[in-house]
C-alpha cells in the first residue's frame, strides 16, 4: 500500500508520456489543436478583419483571446477521444489490474490535457507575434492570463472526461466538443456585441465566453478589468466543480 | 503461503436483475493450468475481473495468492497479471514502447533490458520498433501476453487468449502457456473451445447457468460418461492439418 503511494509520481510520468506520444503522433491533432486555431487566426485578421469595426486599431490584438478558446475546446475533445479508446482497448483495466497508484491513469489524462493544450496556446501566441500581436501587459497580468486560461481548460477537461467515460461510441465521445468549438463565434470573441440583433446578443453577453475573451483580452491591452473577471472565474470555477462531481459519477460506475 | 493459488466460495454477482453467478467454488492449484470452460455469456469473464479486483463481488469469498480480492486488493495486482478479451495494447505506441511502459509501471528498474528480452522470446525483434497498429492479429496477441509477463507475476488471466485468432496464432498462444506452466506460473484460463481445455488444462471447470457444474482433471471428467468402446475408423486429415501442413506450420502436439 505504503509503495504504492510512492510511486504515485513515477506512474504518473509514465502515463503522462504516453498519452503525450499519442499527441504529438496524431497529425489529426496536431492539425487540429495548433494548425486550425492559427487559419482562423489568418482568416479573421486577413480576411473579415478589414470589415469588423471594434473600435480598436489592432484586430489581432482583439481577437486572440477567442482563438485562444477555440484552441482549448478543440484540444479538449482529444482528451475524450483518448479516454474513450482506452475504455474501448482494455488498456484501462490493464492499468487497473496493474498495482500502480491507479488514480494515475484518469489523471495522466487531465495532465496531459493540461500540457498539450499549454504547448498549443504558445504556439498560438507565437504565430500571433509574427502577423502583429502586440501587448503592453505585465508579468502580473500575464499570469493571471495563464491562470483563467488553466482554470478553463481544466473546466472543459472534466467535461471531456465525462464524455469520455460515459459515451457508447466514439461519435459521442467527440460531439460534445462542437458546440463548444462554436460558442466563441457567438460572443465578443471577433466582433462586439453591440453590432448583434438583440436576442442574440442577449445569449452573447451573458455565456462564459464573453466574459473569458473580455477579461483576458483586458488583462493583455493593459485596460483595467473590472468585475469582468470575477464573472469570468466564477464561470471557469462553476463549470470545474459541476463537471468534476459529474466526471467522478462517472469514474466510480466504471471503477470498481 | 497456501498451496492454492485462487480460492472461491460461493461467489455471487448481479447485474441489475441478472443473476450472472449463482455461488462459484473452485481451487486452482499452485503452478497448474486451470480451464474455466463456459458459452458466450457464462460469466466467465465476470469471474476474472472479480479475481483481478476490477470488479466487485456481491457476496461470497475469493482469494488470489491468500489475499483477499476485497480488503487486499493492492497485494493481489502485486502477484497477478491481466490479459483480457480484447488485446489490452497501446496501438500507437511500438511494440517496445509497449513493454517499457508496463516494466516502468512495474517499476523494474532494467525495463529496456526486460523488453528487448520479452521481444525476442516472443518473434516480435523485428517489429520491435513498428507502431502496434500495424501488427497482425497474431502479433497483438503475442505482445499483450508479452506485457503481461514483465515482472514475472506468479499467476496470469487469460480470457479467451485465442478467440479471433488464426490456428497459427492459436498454436502460437498454446505454445506460449505450456511454456509459462512448465516456468511454474499459475495460469488461468478461460475458453469457450474444448479442445484448448483438452490440449492445455491441468484442471477443468465447467461454468453453466451461474454454477460450477463440473469440475477435476480430464481424466477424471472422462470417467463421467461411459467407458470408451474401441472402434476402428479411417483416420482422414481435418481441414485444419491440412491448412498447417500446406502453410508449412509445424503442429506441436
Known amino acids: ?256 | 503461503m497456501a498451496e492454492t493459488a485462487i480460492q472461491v466460495r460461493g461467489l455471487k454477482k448481479s447485474f441489475k436483475t441478472t443473476e450472472v453467478l449463482k455461488g462459484v467454488d473452485f481451487d486452482v492449484e499452485k503452478g497448474s493450468i486451470f480451464a474455466l470452460l463456459g458459452t458466450n455469456g457464462a460469466g466467465k469473464t465476470t469471474i476474472v475481473k472479480i479475481l483481478t479486483t476490477l470488479l466487485k463481488k456481491d457476496s461470497g469469498t475469493a482469494t488470489v495468492n491468500g489475499f483477499d480480492v476485497e480488503s487486499n486488493p493492492d497485494n493481489v495486482r502485486q502477484s497477478i497479471s491481466l490479459t483480457g478479451q480484447f488485446a489490452a495494447v497501446d496501438e500507437i505506441l511500438t511494440g517496445r514502447e509497449n513493454l517499457i511502459m508496463i516494466a516502468k509501471l512495474r517499476h523494474l528498474d532494467n525495463s529496456r533490458q526486460v523488453a528487448d528480452d520479452l521481444l525476442k522470446r516472443f518473434g516480435l525483434s523485428d517489429a520491435a520498433d513498428r507502431k502496434v497498429s500495424g501488427y497482425s492479429g497474431g502479433m497483438r496477441r503475442r505482445l499483450d501476453i508479452a506485457m503481461s509477463l514483465v515482472g514475472n507475476p506468479q499467476l496470469i488471466f487469460l480470457d479467451e487468449p485465442t478467440t479471433g485468432l488464426d490456428p497459427e496464432g492459436r498454436n502460437e498462444v498454446w505454445k506460449t502457456v505450456k511454456e509459462l506452466a512448465e516456468g511454474g506460473t499459475t495460469v488461468f484460463l478461460t475458453t469457450q473451445y474444448l479442445e484448448e481445455a483438452e490440449q492445455l488444462a491441468d484442471q477443468i471447470a465447467i461454468l453453466h447457468k451461474g454454477r460450477i457444474i463440473v469440475s477435476g482433471t480430464l481424466a477424471e471428467l472422462k470417467t463421467l460418461f461411459p467407458p470408451a468402446k474401441v472402434e476402428y475408423v479411417e483416420k482422414q486429415p481435418t481441414l485444419e492439418e491440412i491448412f498447417l501442413a500446406i502453410v508449412g506450420e509445424k503442429e506441436e502436439k
Open chain 1, 1 to 256: 500500500m505504503e509503495a504504492i503511494k510512492k510511486h504515485f509520481f513515477s506512474d504518473m510520468s509514465v502515463m503522462l508520456s504516453r498519452s503525450m506520444r499519442h499527441v504529438f503522433r496524431s497529425m489529426d491533432t496536431i492539425i487540429k489543436v495548433a494548425i486550425m486555431p492559427i487559419a482562423f487566426m489568418l482568416l479573421f485578421v486577413y480576411v473579415f478583419g478589414g470589415a469588423i469595426r471594434t473600435g480598436t486599431e489592432n484586430y489581432v490584438n482583439y481577437q486572440l483571446p477567442g482563438i485562444l478558446l477555440i484552441a482549448i475546446a478543440s484540444g479538449i475533445s482529444y482528451t475524450a477521444y483518448r479516454l474513450f479508446l482506452d475504455m474501448q482497448s482494455g488498456i484501462f483495466e490493464r492499468f487497473h489490474s496493474m498495482p500502480i497508484a491507479r488514480s494515475t491513469v484518469l489523471w495522466g489524462h487531465v495532465l496531459t490535457s493540461l500540457v498539450s493544450n499549454a504547448i498549443s496556446i504558445i504556439v498560438i501566441i507565437l504565430a500571433a507575434l509574427v502577423i502583429g500581436f502586440r501587448s503592453s501587459a505585465g508579468v502580473l497580468s500575464w499570469l493571471a492570463v495563464a491562470g483563467i486560461l488553466t482554470l478553463f481548460t481544466l473546466a472543459l477537461t472534466w467535461v471531456a472526461v465525462i464524455a469520455g467515460l460515459s459515451a457508447k461510441t466514439m461519435d459521442g465521445a467527440v460531439a460534445f466538443s462542437f458546440p463548444l468549438i462554436f460558442l466563441p463565434f457567438i460572443s465578443s470573441a471577433f466582433v462586439p456585441t453591440e453590432s448583434m440583433p438583440t436576442v442574440v446578443r442577449a445569449f452573447a453577453d451573458n455565456q462564459p465566453v464573453t466574459a473569458i475573451v473580455d477579461a483576458i483580452r483586458a488583462l493583455l491591452n493593459g485596460q483595467p478589468v473590472g468585475n469582468g473577471i470575477w464573472v469570468a472565474l466564477a464561470w471557469c470555477l462553476g463549470i470545474l466543480v459541476i463537471a468534476y462531481v459529474f466526471a467522478m459519477l462517472a469514474y466510480k460506475r466504471k471503477v470498481a
